[in-house]
């Protein structure tokens, strides 16, 4: 998954965007975005437990 944070090109309102992958989000500031990315890096890397496979 590539993550990316840019500066988007003179907009007023939400002038800070994360690219994940095909997806954009935009944010009012720097550190808001910043934030985004880190609490989304920190789920992605949590351990995840899978579900018990159901008997058929």
């Known amino acids: 998954m ?4 840019k500066a ?3 907009s007023s ?4 965007q994360v690219q ?4 954009a989000v935009n944010f009012r500031t720097k550190a808001e975005a910043k934030a985004f990315v880190d ?3 920190s789920r992605l890397q ?9 008997a058929v």
């Open 2 to 5: 590539k993550i990316l944070i």
């Open 46 to 54: 949590a351990p995840h437990k899978l579900p018990e496979q159901c």
């Open 39 to 41: 609490t989304l890096k």
């Open 20 to 23: 994940i992958d095909q997806q």
């Open 8 to 10: 988007l090109a003179k």
């Open 13 to 16: 309102n939400h002038p800070w």
